[in-house]
């Protein structure tokens, strides 16, 4: 079964930048889209950002021009590059990527923003 590894997160101060980064455990086939979604304790999981396998992005309001989000085709890696991040920007990052057959979830990843 592919698991989907993710990394990046942490703590960081209002302001700075993250980058998450998530990849599959072992090489994947027919990945059509990639995308971010996060989750906040009490809260429904909302998404993030999306990109499509003609590389079209859309993200939520809340971070549009602040967060980017990207990928490396071969290796069926996807990344979030979050800048001027604020506090309510924390929250538990999941990755999924979405194949013909089957949706692929991280575990999450932690990020915290202090003020």
């Known amino acids: 079964q592919v698991q989907l590894v993710e990394s990046g997160g942490g703590g960081v101060q209002a302001g700075g930048s993250l980058r998450l980064s998530c990849a599959p455990s072992?090489?994947?086939?027919?990945?059509?889209?990639m995308a971010w979604y996060r989750q906040v304790l009490g809260e429904q999981r909302e998404l993030v950002a999306r990109?499509?396998?003609?590389?079209?992005?859309d993200y939520a309001e809340s971070v549009k021009g602040r967060f980017r989000i990207s990928r490396n085709k071969a290796r069926d890696t996807v990344f979030l590059q979050m800048d001027d991040l604020k506090p309510e920007d924390t929250a538990v990052y999941y990755c999924?990527?979405?194949?013909?057959?089957?949706?692929?979830w991280g575990q999450g990843t932690q990020v915290t923003v202090s003020s």
């Open positions: 999924k990527m979405t194949s013909r057959t089957s949706d692929y």
């Open positions: 072992r090489t994947t086939f027919s990945i059509y889209a």
């Open positions: 990109i499509q396998i003609d590389g079209s992005t």
